[in-house]
């Protein structure tokens, strides 16, 4: 009998070896398991520290923008002077301080500054671990280190000589430490053993604390979060003989007060004079799409159809007792999500009425939500298995910048290739001018003995801005006046460059900040350009502008001097 002619097997035979597959299958994820258990903790948490590492370090040497250049000018004050500084900027100083320092000892180029945001974004993967493993599970730590490792957010901001990436990583501690705290079982001081055995939710309060007054003197949204978290402590004292968890809920936020206290008058000063006169009114969509784009990039649709389809699963398989609000009932997974959630919607709120909303700002909750990602992924095997796909992901977001990291210098701003071309025409006393509110980044990569001026008539420092009323004041100055004198000082094949934004990205170009400074442009370039005096002999423009986040155009002048009867010829023929 050949194989052909052989019987067919009986359907029970079928059957069990369906049964005998489903079996090896479960087989093989036990043992996955099994070998999952076996490894370290300090093993998987330093390989996923190499994978950042392999993803951010090639970031290191892209350019300066604005604000990168704005933190370099500030951080290099005398540590006493930066208050005041911080005074025409509107940010609170922890980030300025700490960067004074590192540049005290590493120096103030692009490698040396982004390094110190490089050790932050790092320094958050064995706290998003801890994060998640004291609120949840060590399962859960294991995917809250892996989220942290492959954010896109920390990648890009663990790269960036700003505040974002030391915001995050404060802002997972103070989330855990108030939860643990809110939830920490009463107990009263016993004396025991010739010693104090205190309430062991002071620790808690102790480092909830401290981490959140950390993240408002970090940055100003952290009022939103901070804000949150105690407007969550009150809602889950529902008994109103509860007085003890009512008492921690008051003693944190009277804490907390207290100790950002001190920065208070100089927080009101920034609402009131500076603030962010550049950010627009976020639409209903913004708060929707931004969040995800910021903590997701490319990857925000795999994360919103792995997050849909787990809640779903979660759902349906729910069998425990109805959902209530209490700080002791409800789990920690609710309660992070509604903290997250909830900051971010009060970000959204206050910016219908101040200017406050940035994509960026949104890292006060988008870092803390890798934690409650973490839990959520492991919830349920499906969502263990969504987990592995989003990782990917989002560490797939990265390739382009691994691939071709020189493509990628000038991503931010093209300033340091404008002045790069500039810089064989300049000498000391030439004359940079701008529209633009981004002095410090221009008189950062060019040589120094330069003079600055903008429509407003002559910066004596060009390392800081003053944001105070900007837009008004940038509306009442008038170029041909107050640029009158500076130009005519310029000496004959003297240079003046003329920087001008050739866009604003996203939607800046509504606000009017970026209108006024639009106008200003105009009316500062005209004011040059009908000038016989001065003549353009350098033009440098970006190839792609869709490249560059906030791409910029120099014009070289030189003061030709020509006589009247030159000067009349060379008006009429000019175009």
């Known amino acids: 009998m050949t194989l052909l002619d052989s019987p067919k097997p009986p359907a029970h035979s079928s059957r069990a070896r369906e049964r005998g597959v489903v079996a090896a299958a479960d087989g093989l994820w036990q043992a996955a398991r099994r070998w999952e258990s076996r490894i370290s903790d300090g093993f998987i948490l330093a390989l996923l520290v190499v994978v950042a590492l392999v993803e951010r370090v090639p970031r290191l040497g892209i350019r300066y923008w604005g604000d990168e250049a704005i933190s370099v000018g500030i951080a290099g004050r005398p540590l006493h002077e930066i208050p005041h500084y911080l005074g025409f900027d509107g940010s609170p100083p922890l ?28 320094v958050a993967i064995p706290v998003a671990w801890w994060c998640a493993d004291v609120l949840f599970s060590r399962r859960a730590a294991r995917a809250a280190a892996l989220l942290a490792a492959v954010s896109p957010y920390l990648t890009y901001y663990g790269t960036e000589t700003r ?68 407007l969550s402590g009150l809602l889950g004292v529902r008994r109103r003989g509860d007085r003890t968890r009512l008492r921690r809920v008051v003693g944190y936020g009277a804490a907390v007060g207290l100790g950002y206290l001190p920065w208070v008058p100089s927080f009101v000063s ?45 759902q349906a398989t729910y069998k425990g007792p109805r959902w209530t609000w209490s700080t002791a009932a ?17 970000g959204w709120i206050a910016s219908q009425f101040v200017h406050a909303w940035a994509p960026r700002y949104v890292g006060v909750a988008a870092v803390p939500a890798l934690v409650v990602l973490g839990a959520f ?5 499906i969502g263990r298995r969504f987990l592995l796909v989003v990782a990917v992901s989002l560490a797939a ?25 500039v810089r064989p025409h300049m000498a000391p006393g030439d004359l940079v001018v701008t529209a633009l509110a981004e002095l410090p980044i221009i008189a950062y990569y060019l040589p120094a003995g330069l003079r600055y001026a903008t429509p407003l008539g002559v910066v004596s420092d060009p ?59 105009v009316a500062l370039n005209q004011d040059i350009i009908v000038d016989p005096d001065f003549q353009s002999v350098l033009f440098v423009r970006p190839h792609d502008v869709g490249a560059i986040a906030n791409p910029v155009e120099g014009i070289l002048y030189v003061r030709t001097g020509l006589p009247p009867a030159a000067r009349a010829i060379s008006s009429s023929v000019a175009p």
């Open 95 to 122: 980030w300025y301080v700490l960067l004074h320092w590192w540049m005290a000892a590493f120096g103030h180029s692009e490698v040396a500054t982004h390094s110190f945001s490089l050790l932050v974004s790092l």
């Open 377 to 381: 992924f492991t919830e349920h095997r």
């Open 270 to 314: 920034q609402l009131r004079n500076t603030g962010a006169p550049w950010a627009a009114r976020p639409h209903l969509i913004d708060l929707i799409v931004d969040p995800f784009n910021v903590s997701f990039s490319a990857a925000w649709w795999v994360v919103v159809a792995a997050l849909i389809t787990a809640f779903v699963v979660k």
């Open 330 to 346: 409800i789990s920690p997974l609710s309660f992070g999500a509604f903290i997250v959630v909830g900051t971010v919607f009060c």
């Open 163 to 230: 505040m974002y990436a030391l915001l995050g990583v404060l802002s997972m501690v103070a989330v855990t430490a108030t939860i643990r705290y809110y939830r920490e079982p009463a107990s009263a001081t016993k004396w025991r053993g010739g010693g104090w055995r205190g309430d062991p939710s002071l620790r808690w309060l102790a480092l909830a604390v401290v981490a959140s007054d950390a993240v408002l003197y970090t940055h100003n949204w952290g009022l939103f979060l901070i804000g949150v978290l105690f």
């Open 463 to 521: 390392r800081v801005i003053d944001w105070k009323h900007l837009p008004t004041r940038l509306q009442a100055a008038v170029p041909t006046r107050t640029l009158a004198a500076v130009l005519a000082s310029v000496p004959v094949g003297g240079h003046v460059l003329v920087i001008n934004p050739v866009t604003f990205a996203g939607t800046q170009a509504a606000t009017q900040y970026a209108q006024t400074v639009s106008a200003e442009e």
């Open 397 to 421: 977001t990265t390739l382009p910048v691994l691939t071709d990291p020189g493509a990628f210098a000038d991503s931010k701003s093209n300033v340091a290739a404008v002045d790069q071309a």
